[in-house]
DNA sequence: GTAGAATCTGACACCGGTGTCAGATTCAAC
DNA sequence: GTTGAATCTGACACCGGTGTCAGATTCTAC
């Protein structure tokens, strides 16, 4: 499909696609004119690669973390360098921290909610 | 205390400081020559603007919410407005689904290093 | 008083993902 | 063939919290 549709199907902007392809995280093929041309499972990784953003992720990490995941059509994928998973760990702690950050904030946030409606 | 303390004490840095009172999130007395001197309740709250700055709020969220939060030393506070309130429970529900992001992060990360690990 | 450390203000820079614009080219449909 | 929509590249701007530098002033300890 080409980079229109693949921005109304995931909702994605058409100048993140590019910009997610410039920084190794989402290849394309190109038309005799140069347009791109994205196959079917590139809805689901562009999916994915916004809930790495979401998730704090730099695009850096997730262009190297990418080929480490199972596609989910199977493709066996390769295996992550020793630096990686070090960079992995940091990042899985660092997420466990945001968590607690946010579940403590949510308190906060209840708690001046419940005085209000008082 | 001065400025330097309150960062040596917080780990915020003094730019940091000066920006936080300058967005109204922290207030400081000044001495006759306009150095800053602030409370022991000082610590306390630039603790906390960090806190909700990892929980994604922005400067100018956190300077209308403080004011509604009981300090710990028990000041009755102000009230949280009808918008206020509703700005808040939009957070809550930004917070949620980051919770939910971060999980299902942490999952795909753990997936990699566990097959890194065989 | 005086020296050295600390603080003051104001300005500019950075990051990284995204928006947006300009001008050229290509695609698709008639 | 022709034309309107879509795409291409490249560049510049934004946000918001923080780093950093410059030059002036103040504080603190001797």
Excluded: N
């Amino acid at each position: 499909m080409k980079i229109g549709e693949l921005s109304r199907r995931t909702g994605v902007s058409v100048r993140s696609l590019r910009y997610y392809e410039q920084k190794h995280m989402l290849a394309s093929e190109r038309t005799a004119g140069g347009h791109r041309e994205y196959p079917e499972a590139a809805v689901d990784r562009v999916i994915l690669i916004q809930q790495l953003f979401a998730a704090g992720l730099c695009g850096e990490k997730i262009a190297s973390l990418l080929p480490c995941m199972r596609d989910h059509d199977g493709g066996p994928a390769e295996t992550a360098t020793p630096w990686l998973v070090e960079q992995l760990k940091q990042e899985r702690q660092r997420i466990d921290r945001s968590i607690q950050d946010l579940r403590y904030t949510r308190e906060v946030l209840d708690e001046v909610i419940a005085a209000a409606a008082r």
